[in-house]
């Protein structure tokens, strides 16, 4: 038996990323964002929301470009701090130890700590409510040498991303239950 929760923002889990800007004045900012989700394939896209009152909402709108910076657990309190203040006031990569590194790509920076970072441009925004939705083209992912797989492609276990509860805890990613577009075959009739 279900009961109603009401209108929310629910959707569970997400992951917890760095988005990487530089601000209008130059100085490069980290903010954490849980808001988004992969839009398209080919060309190969992501949404992020953003409110219009943070930094990075400037620094987007001015570069028209973002990273998004894959923390992993050992990172997740600095990645929190990230969400708690702004870099109007705070230097965060300088407080947090954290190294910004040029993209190759587009404006703006990407965390050297993070596992797996991805240069996106700007390719369209739309207001939503009380955030900004941008979507990016991801142009190139930069991840560390060591974290490739059986396949060639990102192992999650070695990336070992930080997954957001929006009921209020960070999470790790837990072993696999089977091998995607493959293990549902077992139901498959003629
Ligand atoms: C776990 C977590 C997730 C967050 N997700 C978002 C988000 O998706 N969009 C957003 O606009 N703010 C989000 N925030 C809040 C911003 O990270 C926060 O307001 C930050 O201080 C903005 O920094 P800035 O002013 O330097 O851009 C989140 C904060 C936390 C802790």
């Known amino acids: 038996m279900k009961k109603s929760l009401g209108a929310d923002t629910l959707a569970y889990p997400l992951p917890l990323y760095l988005l990487g800007t530089y601000a209008p004045n130059g100085q490069?900012?980290?903010?954490?964002?849980?808001?988004?989700?992969?839009?398209?394939?080919v060309p190969p896209t992501i949404m992020v929301g953003v409110m219009p009152s943070r930094l990075?909402?400037?620094?987007?709108?001015?570069?028209?470009?973002?990273?998004?910076?894959?923390?992993?657990?050992?990172?997740?309190?600095?990645?929190?701090y990230a969400g708690l203040v702004s870099g109007?006031?705070?230097?965060?990569?300088?407080?947090?130890?954290?190294t910004p590194v040029e993209s190759t790509?587009?404006?703006a920076?990407?965390?050297?700590?993070c596992p797996?970072?991805?240069?996106?441009?700007?390719?369209?925004?739309?207001?939503?409510g009380d955030h900004t939705m941008f979507v990016g083209e991801i142009l190139d992912i930069k991840a560390e040498e060591d974290l490739s797989g059986a396949?060639?492609?990102?192992?999650?276990?070695?990336?070992?991303?930080?997954v957001f509860n929006y009921m209020g805890d960070y999470?790790?990613?837990?072993?696999?239950?089977?091998?995607?577009?493959?293990?549902?075959?077992?139901?498959?009739?003629?």
Request: glycine share 8%; net charge positive.
């Open 28 to 41: 490069p900012n980290i903010m954490a964002l849980a808001w988004t989700g992969i839009v398209s394939s």
């Open 56 to 80: 990075t909402h400037e620094g987007i709108v001015k570069n028209q470009a973002f990273t998004v910076n894959f923390p992993n657990s050992a990172l997740a309190a600095k990645a929190d």
């Open 88 to 98: 109007r006031q705070h230097d965060k990569f300088a407080e947090l130890g954290l």
């Open 105 to 107: 790509l587009v404006k």
């Open 109 to 113: 920076p990407y965390v050297a700590e």
């Open 116 to 128: 797996v970072a991805a240069e996106c441009r700007v390719i369209s925004m739309a207001e939503v």
């Open 151 to 162: 396949d060639g492609g990102l192992d999650v276990l070695k990336v070992d991303p930080v």
């Open 171 to 190: 999470h790790r990613v837990g072993p696999s239950l089977g091998k995607s577009f493959s293990c549902g075959l077992v139901y498959k009739k003629k």
